[in-house]
């Protein structure tokens, strides 16, 4: 097993903890750094997998508290704006769009950090729906402008894990076949990478739904607002690595 191989796994099982806790990270975390090896858009196109892997087992162990009202509005926008996403990944990344990405999750996680309340209903969920879709489908982060807008909605911390990860593994579904025919060949020479990923994803998921149990109902908002403002702040930093 080769360094980078092994620095994978062990980023991969950490990804899968904090997105079990958090409702999103495994993109996140993951896509930069298989990036730095084998370029973006396959990053983007392979990290899908594992993607859906852990959010399979996630939504497994929390499929009873799923909140049907904001999957079938927010949820159901969020996979056509996966689907327009993924068709423009085939063809065009932006550095403004990494900007404009990493301005909205540092505004939306330091209003959920001071405690500055907004709510999403209606046409206004809906929008917020088809935006995080589409970025997340461009730029393979939607899980944190998912969280940053479901912040917006009246969640126990079970239902907002529940129904981010239920949304996120309907979007991945849509849109995987669309990277496979973007991505397809390379994703093939890369199976056993991607295998290890899967397997340590899942670990780590197992493990966190553990941890999720332990986190106190009326920090948890905030707690979610705090991994949203440090992955802007990252991604604004480090947007030209």
Request: proline residues 3%; charged residues 10%; hydrophobic residues 55%.
């Amino acid at each position: 097993m080769t360094l980078f191989t092994s620095i994978l796994a062990a980023v991969a099982f950490f990804a899968g903890s904090v997105g079990a806790v958090a409702g999103f990270g495994i993109g996140s975390i993951l896509t930069p750094l298989v990036a730095t090896q084998l370029g973006t858009k396959f990053a983007v196109a392979a990290v899908t997998i594992p993607h859906i892997a852990g959010s399979a087992v996630r939504f497994w162990t929390l499929r009873h508290r799923v909140n049907r009202r904001v999957l079938l509005t927010f949820g159901s926008m969020s996979v056509i704006g996966g689907l327009l996403g993924a068709f423009a990944h085939a063809y065009w990344t932006s550095h403004l769009l990494t900007i404009v990405l990493a301005v909205v999750l540092i505004v939306t996680g330091a209003a959920g950090v001071f405690g500055l309340a907004y709510h999403f209903r209606g046409p206004a969920a809906q929008a917020g729906g088809v935006v995080s879709g589409f970025l997340g489908g461009l730029v393979g982060n939607q899980g944190p402008v998912r969280s940053a807008a479901m912040l917006g909605f009246d969640l126990s911390k079970e239902e907002f894990v529940a129904t981010s990860v239920a949304i996120g593994m309907i979007v991945d579904i849509a849109r995987l076949p669309v990277y496979f025919w973007s991505q397809g060949q390379k994703i093939a020479t890369q199976l056993p990478l991607i295998g290890i990923m899967v397997a340590a994803v899942v670990a780590g998921t197992l493990l966190g739904r553990i941890l999720l149990g332990r986190v106190p109902e009326d920090h948890f908002k905030r707690m979610i607002a705090t991994l949203i403002l440090a992955l802007g702040v990252i991604l604004l930093v480090f947007r030209n690595a």
